[in-house]
Each structure stands twice: as C-alpha cells, then as structure tokens.
C-alpha cells in the first residue's frame, strides 16, 4: 500500500521535499500528515479525502443531501458524532455512514452495532458537511414547545438554578429540566429562523414568546404563566444577572453556540405590572459583515456614497428609526476603507461586530465613557477615521463637528425620519448654522424594507388607489402587473424572505450649504436637494424596487409611511 504522503505527492503535485517535512512537523506536534500540509497551505481538505480514498479503496463524497432520516438521534448522542466527526445518512436511495478519518475503525463498528447495521457502507466525506448533516439532524429532532411545555410543572428551583451556568452548544444540552428544555428550544428555533430579537412579555393571566424576523414580531409560544418566574429566572442566570432583583431594570449578556454558530445575546429585562419583560437582541458572531454592494444600495447612490466615504475630512451621517440598519451601513464602510495606511478608531454602544484592523471603544456610562467622553480621548490617539455610534446631546455633536473641522473624516447616526430633518435635529442641539453646512459632506436616510419570497409570489393588477399611496402615476402603469405576497413553507408562510436596504442621499453642495445657512425647515432644504441636486427619495427609491418586482405596495409604505 502507497503512503499518504506519496499519493498527495501524486494528485496535488506537492514536492516529495514539502510532504518530508510536513511529516516531520507533524511528529513533532503529534499531527498527521495531512493535517500537517493543510496547516502549511500547500493542500486542502478535498486532497486530503482523495488521496484517503485511493489508499483505503473508499468512495468519496463531497456533500450530503440536505433532507435526511434523523431517527438515529434517538440511540445515538451528538457528542460522540461529533468527536468522531461521522454521520448515519437514510435517504430513499440508500444508507451509509459518513466519515471523515478512515481509521477509526472502532467507532464505526460501535455506530453499525448500535443502528443493528452490520453490513453498513462508510464513505468519506468532508469535516464540514458532516458538521453540518449533525447539527441538521438533532435541530429536527429537538422537542416541540408543545411537548416541552406538557412536561412543565412547578419544579424545584434549586435544579433549575445548579444544572448548568455555562452553556456550550444547545444541541449538546441533553437536560431534564422542561423549563431548561424550553429555554433551549426558544433560542434554538430563533436562530434557525433567523430571527433578531425575542420577546419574552407577562400578562395578567398569561405570557407570550415572540420574535422579530424581517422587522416584524410573530408569535412562537405561550407557555403557562406559572412557568413565568422560573423561565425568566433561567435567562438571568445565563445573562449573570441578579435573579433576586425584579423591581429594577437590569442589562446584560450570554455567549451561545447553536450548532455551528456563536449567537452573542444582549439581555434587557423591565419590570411590568404582570412581571419582568425580557427582550433578548441575537447577534451571530459567526456571520460575515456584509459589504456595500451588498446593501442593495442603486449603483448611482453607491457611486456617490463611496466616493464621499473616502473624503479626507468631514463628517457623513446616517440616519433612520431603530432597527433600520445604520449599524450595517457604517460597518461596511469602514470595512471598504480600511487599510494599514489609515487608523480607524470607533466609541460605540453596544460594539456589534469586531472588525480586524480597527480599534473599538464600548461605551460604560457606570465609569463615566459616554460618546462624548470616548470621543474626546480617540482625538488624541491620533485618528484619521472615526465612528461615533450615536450623536446623542449637544455635546457630542460639537466634538464631531470639531473633529472632522481640524482634518478627520467622522461617522455617525442620527435617529431622524429623513436626510432633511437631521440637519433641524443639529440646530435644535444649539450647533451654529455655519458649522453645520462647513462639516458635513453627507447624509444617508435608510430604512429596511423586506423582499418578495421568489417561490411563491404572485403577479395582480394593483387599483389607483394603491399606486397613489406610494407616489405612482395611476395612468403610467395602466395594464402593468406588480407582485404581491402570498406566503410558503420557505418564507415561513410570511411572503416574504431577507430584506435590503432603501435610501436617500443628500449631498451638502455649495448651493445647500448657503441653504443651510439661511433656514433649518427640512421641508425646503428636501425640496431643493430634489429639485436642483436630483435626490431621490425613501419613498421613491421604495418605489422603484416596488416595479422592480422586489417588494410590495404596503411594505414601502409602511415604512415610509407615505
């Protein structure tokens, strides 16, 4: 039988020298050889399988099928799949075990004896999928919150509180507890979801789980209200607050993994009449930021914008209601600029996402680092870009104006319905007319609108009357079909799937600026950045996804609310 190491030698083209010495780098750290070339980048996984499969005579797969039977779930525990890195797959065609290392013969013997499989085919298949075809299975097969719920009683709150304080992977939690079980599903679901934010609301004789996908709260689950106490207690233990404090708001955080997934969970709980409300926001760790072109931003806006993202001073504001996506919008634009050549400092609350290359500053009111604090100590670590997450007091906004005056280039938002009205909400801080139009280069309205789901939309004729509602000539689009939604299993019978961003760019020319200097009506200063500067609208740029097909009526104008 060849070695390994010459077989990858073979396919690859790797150099004998190169597999020499990755197989004494190997020994030396306990590695094998393929490990010890993928880790010196000269191979990669998809070789590694290859060459095992020449060597052991074995069939390679490269992906599992998406649907499979997960019954094995049952007799078989996640953690020795995991830790052996292999997977039973039952489909209408056939069964085989998936593996990753092919001398592990003992496991896979143990897996065909406890399935009563002895004659059970094993292929190899790469780390990944495997992972992935694990974590697929044992989610399907998590308790409904029908079941779990069953199961709840008044149970001893010493076992609540002592089974676990450090959660790893949900999937891994094999608990007892139903309150415990509850909990896990909740997160569990609302993370294959997709969803942002959970809500976990008391009433008088009930409660209610709901979370936020879209934008948009939908029911999960009403668990019994005696259940209350013990499922909100269970929260504040992982978030490490003070279970025994309930008259007083408390903040806080937990560190999930659900599957491949690391959720980081900000905590706020507030005392109501009927008890504590929780809201929990879902940040995933694990997701990549996305980039500008990936707004769905037009291209002339973004030509625009990417130009003004690049100024050597100045300040560019975004603004929008909570939840519009300002955060994301300033994330990829530091990511589009950032370089080795520049130092990008940000004071942020809560800091989101960690961007490699920049340094980040979290807010801490409880020591006295606010905006403004934070702001006025990153001007002298000499910055040449910096992030303010919120222009919150008059304060705040006169260091930001100061700095992008002596030669940095400053982000921010402003929580305004429009471009216009952030130039209104500076001048009732008490900032100077003058100041406002020499400082900034740009403002970005947004809001977030959601997508049409492609697999079941549906075409109809709209009436006048809907068209006027978002500024359409009822005469132009005589005879022109629109889509509306209908809802499937896909979109999760919403009718919709994803959303992307609308916008509103207002550029300070020379002629605005000596607008600016002349009155704060944002009524006027709209009307002339659309009359003599071309600007479009929220509500226009809604409207040309709305004939794009992307969209509907009512969902730009609830957001516009034109």
Do not use: W
């Amino acid at each position: 039988m060849k070695r390994l190491g010459e077989i990858l030698g073979d396919i690859s083209g790797v150099e004998p020298e190169v597999v020499n010495e990755a197989i004494k780098a190997g020994l030396e750290r306990g590695d094998r050889v393929g490990e010890a070339l993928m880790r010196s980048r000269e191979i990669d996984e998809f070789d590694i399988l290859k060459a095992l499969g020449i060597q052991f005579g074995m069939e390679v797969v490269y992906a599992l099928p998406p649907e499979i039977n997960t019954d094995f779930t049952s007799r078989l525990p996640i953690s020795f799949l995991k830790k052996n890195k292999m997977v039973p797959i039952t489909t209408p065609e056939g069964s085989f075990l998936a593996i990753n290392d092919p001398t592990l013969f003992q496991s896979v013997d143990e897996v065909r004896r406890v399935l009563g499989v002895e004659e059970l085919k094993s292929v190899l298949c790469p780390h990944q999928a495997i992972i992935k075809a694990i974590n697929y299975s044992y989610d399907m097969t998590l308790d409904t919150a029908e079941e779990v719920m069953q199961d709840i009683d008044e149970e001893d709150p010493e076992r609540l509180f002592s089974e676990i304080e450090e959660v790893g992977d949900l999937l891994d939690d094999t608990s007892a507890s139903p309150v415990i079980r509850l909990v896990n599903l909740m997160f569990s679901q609302a993370v294959r979801d997709g969803a942002s934010d959970i809500h976990i609301e008391p009433y008088q004789n009930s409660m209610k789980i709901r979370q936020r996908l879209d934008g948009i709260l939908y029911d999960m689950f009403s668990p019994p209200k005696h259940v209350q106490s013990s499922l909100i207690s269970r929260v504040k233990i992982m978030a490490k607050l003070d279970i025994a404090e309930k008259r007083l708001p408390q903040d806080g955080r937990i560190e999930l993994k659900v599957g491949n997934k690391e959720i980081d969970v900000r905590v706020s709980t507030l005392p109501t009449s009927f008890g504590e409300r929780v809201v929990l926001r879902l940040l995933d760790k694990s997701s990549v930021l996305i980039s500008l072109i990936d707004l769905g931003m037009p291209a002339d806006r973004l030509e625009k914008f990417s130009k003004q993202i690049k100024s050597p001073n100045g300040i560019i504001l975004v603004t929008g209601p909570t939840g519009s996506g300002k955060t994301t919008t300033l994330y990829a634009a530091l990511t589009s600029i950032n370089n080795t050549d520049i130092n990008i400092i940000t004071v942020e609350d809560p800091v989101e996402y960690r961007i490699s290359g920049i340094g980040q500053v979290q807010v801490n009111p409880k020591i006295d680092l606010t905006f403004a604090s934070g702001l006025r100590s990153i001007v002298r670590q000499d910055p040449d870009v910096i992030l303010v997450g919120e222009i919150r007091d008059t304060e705040t906004a006169e260091i930001a104006i100061q700095s992008a005056l002596t030669g940095h280039l400053v982000f921010s938002t402003l929580h305004t319905n429009d471009a216009a009205s952030a130039i209104t909400r500076l001048r009732d801080m008490g900032i100077e007319p003058f100041l406002i139009a020499s400082s900034i280069n740009a403002i970005l309205a947004q809001r977030l609108i959601r997508i049409l789901c492609e697999n079941c939309k549906e075409a109809y004729l709209p009436d006048k009357a809907e068209l006027r509602k978002i500024g359409l000539n009822p005469e132009k689009m005589e005879g022109k079909k629109l889509f509306r939604e209908v809802g499937c299993s896909k979109c999760h019978h919403t009718g919709y799937r994803g959303r992307y961003g609308i916008f509103e760019l207002l550029l300070m020319t020379k002629e605005l600026k000596t607008l600016v200097m002349q009155t704060s009506d944002a009524n006027a200063i709209k009307q002339f950045a659309v009359a003599k500067n071309g600007m479009i609208t929220l509500n226009r740029d809604g409207a040309m996804k709305v004939l794009q097909g992307q969209t509907t009526i009512e969902e730009v104008y609830r957001v516009c609310q034109a």
